[in-house]
C-alpha cells in the first residue's frame, strides 16, 4: 500500500515550455486534490475532483489544467509554464467511507520555472 | 467563508516542555479537524482527525481537543523532543464542502 504517490519529485522548466504531474493513490478513494505550497502563502487549492470523470477549479486555478481519467490518478498538467509557477505542487486524496475525509498527502514536486 | 488561523505562527521551546498550539475557525459548522506535520521539505504527514462529535483525540504524547462552539482547536504536545521540530497545520472541513480549509501552520522549534 503506497498511499499517494507524486512523479516526478523535482523538475526545472524554461519559461513556455509544459509539463504534466501526476498522482496516484492506491486507496480508492473518490476525492482528489492538487494543491502549490509558497513561502508565506501556505496551501492553496488549484484543482480537484470528486470522482473519476470530474474536476473543478479550485482557489488559484490559472495557468493549469487537469484530468481524471481513472479513479486513482489525477493528472496536473502546465501547457506554458511561468516563473509564477515556481512552487513546491502537492497532491492529496480522501474519501467520505471509512476514512471519514482525512487527508492523505503525497511527497510534493519541488518544479522551478526559470 | 471559513477561515483557520493558526497562533502562533513560530515557537522556539527547550526539550522536555509541555506545549499547546491553537487552531482557530471561524465557522463552527465543520465535520472534521485534522492536525498535519510538515518537514522541511516533506510532504503533509496526518497526525490526528476529529470528528465533529468528539471532544479530543489522543496519539501517543499527542493530545488534540475541539471545541466547536468557541471555533477552537488545541494540539498538546507533551515532553517535547528535538524530533518535534516541524511545522504544524491544521485543516478543517466545513459540513457540505469536499474541500478542507488550511491554517498557516506554527513552525515548531525544539531545542537540545
Known amino acids: 500500500n503506497a498511499g499517494v504517490t507524486q512523479t516526478p519529485k523535482f523538475r526545472v522548466l524554461k519559461t513556455g515550455q509544459s509539463m504534466t504531474l501526476l498522482c496516484a493513490q492506491d486507496?480508492?478513494?473518490?476525492?482528489m486534490y492538487w494543491y502549490r505550497q509558497d513561502p508565506g502563502m501556505g496551501l492553496r487549492l488549484i484543482h480537484y475532483?470528486?470522482?473519476?470523470?470530474?474536476?473543478a477549479k479550485g482557489e488559484v486555478p490559472d495557468g493549469y489544467n487537469v484530468s481524471r481519467l481513472k479513479k486513482q490518478n489525477f493528472l496536473l498538467g502546465l501547457e506554458s509554464a511561468a516563473p509564477s509557477q515556481t512552487s513546491v505542487y502537492f497532491c492529496?486524496?480522501?474519501?467520505?467511507?471509512?476514512?471519514?475525509?482525512?487527508?492523505?498527502f503525497g511527497p510534493g514536486t519541488r518544479l522551478t520555472v526559470t | 467563508k471559513q477561515e483557520v488561523t493558526q497562533i502562533p505562527a513560530a515557537l522556539s521551546v527547550p526539550e522536555g516542555e509541555n506545549l499547546v498550539l491553537n487552531c482557530s475557525f471561524t465557522?463552527?459548522?465543520?465535520?472534521?479537524l485534522q492536525w498535519f506535520r510538515q518537514d522541511p521539505g516533506k510532504g503533509l504527514t496526518s497526525l490526528l482527525l476529529?470528528?465533529?462529535?468528539?471532544r479530543e483525540q489522543t496519539s501517543g504524547r499527542l493530545n488534540a481537543s475541539l471545541d466547536k462552539s468557541s471555533g477552537r482547536s488545541t494540539l498538546y504536545i507533551a515532553a517535547s523532543q528535538p524530533g518535534d521540530s516541524a511545522t504544524y497545520l491544521c485543516?478543517?472541513?466545513?459540513?457540505?464542502?469536499?474541500?478542507?480549509?488550511f491554517g498557516r501552520g506554527t513552525s515548531l522549534i525544539v531545542h537540545p
Open positions: 492529496a486524496s480522501s474519501s467520505s467511507r471509512n476514512t471519514l475525509y482525512e487527508q492523505y
Open positions: 465557522d463552527s459548522a465543520i465535520y472534521n
Open positions: 485543516a478543517v472541513q466545513s459540513g457540505g464542502s469536499y474541500i478542507p480549509t
Open positions: 486507496m480508492n478513494h473518490e476525492y
Open positions: 475532483s470528486v470522482g473519476e470523470g470530474t474536476t
Open positions: 476529529i470528528q465533529s462529535s468528539q
